[in-house]
Every structure is written in C-alpha cells, then in structure tokens.
T-cell receptor, first 112, second 118 residues
C-alpha cells in the first residue's frame, strides 16, 4: 500500500473557486514538502512544514500540518489557470532527513 | 534560478543503446543526490540514493546493473541506463539538497529527462 495517500486524485474547478488537497500517512511525517509539477517537467518547491500544527502561506496557497504530523492539507484560494498542474506531497518518513517518499499526486485543472 | 541542473532534457534512442543522464548541483556541493522515476500520470518513485565517493544505495526492485549510478564529484551524479529497452522509457528526475542547510531547506529537483526507447 502507498505510504502517502493524496486525495483527490484529480480535481477540476472553476476559476475563482477555492480547493483543498490532502496528504495522509499512517506514519509520522518528520518533514512534509509540497511541490507542483507541470506534466513532463521538474518539480517546483512550494512549501515545507516540519512542526505539528504548523501553517504556512504564500500568495494564495496555504499549507498545514496537523498536530499529530500525519496529515497535511494544501488550500488554494480563488484559483487561477496558473494554478493548474500536478501537486505532490513528499515526506521524510524515515526520520533521517534524507530521502523523500512521495504521495500519489493530485492533478488540478482550472476552467475559465 | 535553478540550483540543480539535469541534462539532457529529452532523449530518443534505439533499443539496446546505453543512455547517460547527468545531474549537477550548481550552488552547493551535494554529498547525496537522489534519482527518481516517474511513469505517466503517476507519482515519483525513488530509484536510488547516489553517494559521493561510494556505492549508490538502490531501492528494492531496482536493478543495479541496469541503472548504473556514479557520483564521482561533489557536484555531479550520473545515471546510465544500460542496454535500454522500450520498458525503460520514462521520465527520470534527480534531486539534491545542500547538506549545510539540511533540515531547513527542501530538496531541489532537476527539470527531468524524458527517455524514449524505440
């Protein structure tokens, strides 16, 4: 089974709408990273969360890590076409601050 | 700007050919780099951890003789897909993190290499 589950797998929203993507693990997430990927391209770093209850925002994107450090959410406010892409959560679940395990990914489309 | 450079970005070659992909850290010395593989519409799968000056650590199920990794310098890791076949066609991405900023900085990713074997 996947160690990091993302939901939903895909999402189509109308421009201007809000949306939330979730990333869940049965293990403790020692470091949680959100990335965005355009198909066939590299990963763009969005945010990093390390402490339970931590919340960070950048422009219209907010990411949170729950107190138990097993679930994270990514919230986009007033979505725009530029937000379209694949969102991936990656986490250090070994506690060694080295390799990352990635979630299943969420494909976001924003319609006009 | 990019801190990890990956080259080439796209390769098309005949079955049986060996293909080398380079991953360079531009702003820091990376003692460790990571190689991932991504299938269409799927997530990233870690293939191996590249260690400078020593053997790479491969994930379970990854063939060491098929995917040769060399990390001869602190700024360069290479992945060679030996005797490539159509099933090796995929998107390969490398990443690295500045060891001096470990724990406070994320891994930086290259732009990926799309490998197509005919």
């Amino acid at each position: 089974s996947q160690e990091l589950e993302q939901s939903p797998q895909s999402l189509i929203v109308q421009e201007g709408k809000n949306l939330t993507i979730n990333c869940t693990s049965s293990k403790t997430l020692y470091g949680l990273y959100w990335y965005k990927q355009k198909y066939g391209e590299g990963l763009i770093f969005l945010m990093m969360l390390q402490k339970g209850g931590e919340e960070k925002s950048h422009e219209k994107i907010t990411a949170k890590l729950d107190e138990k450090k097993q679930q994270s959410s990514l919230h986009i406010t007033a979505s725009q076409p530029s937000h379209a892409g694949i969102y991936l959560c990656g986490a250090d679940i070994s506690g060694t601050a080295s390799k990352l395990t990635f979630g299943t990914g969420t494909r976001l489309q924003v319609t006009l | 700007g990019a801190v990890v450079s990956q080259h080439p970005s796209w390769v098309i070659c005949k079955s049986g050919t060996s293909v080398k992909i380079e991953c360079r850290s531009l702003d820091f010395q990376a003692t460790t780099m990571f190689w991932y593989r991504q299938f269409p519409k799927q997530s990233l799968m870690l293939m191996a951890t590249s260690n400078e000056g020593s053997k790479a650590t491969y994930e379970q199920g990854v063939e060491k003789d098929k995917f040769l990794i060399n990390h001869a310098s602190l700024t360069l890791s290479t992945l060679t897909v030996t005797s490539a076949h159509p099933e090796d066609s995929s998107f390969y991405i490398c990443s690295a993190r500045d060891p001096e900023k470990q724990g406070t900085q994320p891994q930086h990713f290259g732009d990926g290499t799309r490998l197509s074997i005919l």
